[in-house]
């Protein structure tokens, strides 16, 4: 009928999807190493900007997230702050 294809052109449309899925590369993007390495320093973590005594409420006065990636990650930040000192910082 006049809407089918005839062999070539679907011969010709399956290999314009394979390339199309090569061209969109893998489904998860891997990270080379020195990126990883790199992210290290330019990341931000969780630092004790004051001194916090053992039993010491932990709030935004003396807990930041600063540069470099070293310390617990910023998204704890909300679950961290009221929290106890269960040690000096």
Known sequence: SAFSMDFNEFKSMVEAIKQSVLALGEEEPKINPKTLEER???ARSLFVIKDI????T??????KALRPNLGL???FYK????QKASKFL
Do not use: A, D, V, Y
């Not at 932990?58 to 807990?63: A, D, F, K, Q």
């Not at 679950?79 to 009221?82: K, P, V, Y």
């Open 73 to 75: 990650h910023p998204k």
């Open 40 to 42: 290290r320093f330019f």
């Open 79 to 82: 679950e961290i702050l009221g």
């Open 58 to 63: 932990l709030t935004s006065g003396n807990i």
């Open 53 to 56: 005594q053992k039993g010491e």
